[in-house]
């Protein structure tokens, strides 16, 4: 039996989806905007804290992401944080704090 890829971060939350894209365009990160449709949901955190819907978009690295990373802090149109951990360009996590559920 062939491993299944993640599902599409499109597929699971078409409205967030959408937030997340206009955010990128609010901030002039067009090069990101333009990967959000091809994002998967690698993994959810796991922390456990009821205000946290943070996912990777990419496997977890062993130690830090190193050389390449900057954080990108959007502007959510809701009330709480959205920020993106960024690798050469790629993103790779996305830390979704303080909001309604996905959709």
Known sequence: MQNQPPPLLSTTW???????????????EEGLAEQVG???????????????????????????YGEGHRNVCLDAPWPGYLILDVVHKDVMFVEVLYRSPLS
């Not at 078409?14 to 002039?28: C, Q």
């Open 14 to 28: 078409p409205v967030f989806t959408a937030e997340l894209v206009a955010a990128l365009k609010a901030e002039s």
């Open 38 to 64: 091809r994002l998967r949901i690698v993994e959810e955190c796991g922390c456990a804290d009821d205000f946290c819907q943070s996912f990777s978009t990419a496997p977890k690295p062993k130690s830090a």
